[in-house]
């Protein structure tokens, strides 16, 4: 049995939100190690490769292209938003990552980001109490927006700003990750110029009038010698503001769609909220937030017995590698009990030196919605079909209208 590019279809949006897990299953038995002249890629749909090529940076890149639109446009998309001189720490490989990395450490720390759990529980409790009085809403702007928007702005130190303008300024960044016309990209980037400017002047005001928080962490924090650029400090405020909001809200709104889809889960849930963690990693696994990452070899290797020669690419499926049966069993099957037994980690985070830095802030904020579904809500029942955005990069929706039963 033979694939084709035309059965694996990764340039178009549709393929990821109908349902491509017949597919991922073939490429796994049939060529886990596919090439795809489309892309100009090697594409990986096993979980061992996927982790394997993740953990081993000093084989495989992501200097020369991260997103799937860098393949498809053979050109580094992401890296042109950022001017000479700043370096995105999504893009770095060890040990240059390691040091752009450890800038962020104190804000990620575990008694940091514990210290924002009251925050959180009163924007979902707040939320819900609202969602409870209406009983039809749209997910995505009544729940998942306007909470992790939220979160995200005071994880910033940058209340200020408007939970629209963390949506504009993230989805302009994360539209980045469609096959869009040059010129539409340069649009965007123009848009983008006013999260550029605040950002500057957030850092610029701090270093005038210093505090103890995440923005004056940055700007004293010294890089080879001297202290952070003022663009470089909104490169990570802008980097943690995107990432730390587009993912998590795609998961508190897949947090929905899955319990509509599987109620007999979110009853077991309700009778059992010990398995309130496990959930809240089934979720992860079972959804996957982000459709997939590319990394170019370094040097000629090999992956599962194919040859990968110098400077070709590879692309990780990670909806593919976290339904691999090879490692979970009846991978299909949405069990919110899964990980309450021992079991390898799904992928949704990564692994290796570019694993998510703020996921134990996206699982601390899926806790607490998950806590507070089971004490408010008996059910959940999907009103009409949701809406999908035209992205090759996250998992996501733009609606989804569904009724909150009342318990």
């Not at 749909?45 to 020369?64: L, Q």
């Not at 459709?291 to 194919?306: K, P, Y």
């Amino acid at each position: 049995m033979t694939i084709s590019d035309a059965q694996v279809r990764l340039s178009e949006s549709d393929f990821y939100f109908g349902d491509p897990f017949p597919i991922y299953r073939e490429l796994r038995e049939v060529a886990p190690v596919f090439w795809h002249e489309g892309i100009g890629s090697w594409v990986l749909t096993r979980y061992e490769d996927i982790e394997e090529v993740s953990k081993n940076a000093d084989i495989f890149s992501v200097g020369s292209g991260l997103l799937l639109t860098d393949l498809l446009k053979n050109q580094d998309y992401l890296a042109a938003m950022f001017p000479d001189g700043v370096e995105p720490i999504s893009l770095a490989d060890p040990p240059r990552h390691t040091d752009l990395r450890r800038a962020l450490n104190w804000a990620f720390s575990r008694p940091r980001i514990l210290s924002f759990e009251p925050r959180i529980r009163e924007l979902v409790r707040y939320r819900l109490s609202t969602i409870a009085e209406e009983g039809e809403v749209d997910v995505v702007s009544e729940l998942s927006v306007p909470v992790t928007a939220s979160v995200v702005k005071a994880f910033i130190d940058c209340d200020e700003i408007t939970v629209e303008q963390v949506l504009d300024w993230s989805d302009d960044v994360f539209s980045m990750g469609s096959d869009l016309p040059l010129e539409e990209l340069q649009s965007i980037f123009a848009r983008l110029k006013p999260m550029v400017d605040f950002f500057v002047g957030k850092a610029e005001h701090r270093r005038a009038h210093p505090k103890d928080d995440l923005i004056g962490h940055l700007v004293n924090y010294e890089l080879d010698g001297a202290k952070l650029s003022l663009l470089m400090v909104e490169t990570y405020l802008q980097t943690v503001m995107v990432a730390g909001n587009e993912t998590t809200r795609n998961a508190f709104t897949a947090s929905i769609r899955l319990f509509c889809d599987f109620p007999e889960q979110y009853q077991r849930l309700c009778e059992q909220p010990e398995l309130i963690n496990s959930a809240v990693e089934e979720i992860l696994r079972y959804h996957s937030p982000t459709l997939g990452f590319a990394r170019t070899a370094r040097q000629d290797t090999v992956i599962s017995g194919v040859k990968i020669a110098k400077g070709e690419h590879v692309y990780m499926l990670y909806g593919a590698a976290n339904r691999d049966p090879e490692v979970f069993d009846d991978p299909e099957n949405f069990d919110i009990a899964r990980f309450a037994q021992t079991t390898k980690s799904h992928l949704a985070f990564g692994r290796g030196p570019h694993i998510c830095i703020g996921m134990a802030l996206a699982r601390l904020e899926l806790r607490i919605l998950l806590e507070e579904l089971i004490a408010s809500f008996e059910g959940f029942e999907l009103v009409g079909e949701p809406g999908r955005p035209d992205t090759l990069l996250g998992n996501a929706y733009t609606t989804l209208n569904a009724k909150f039963i009342a318990g």
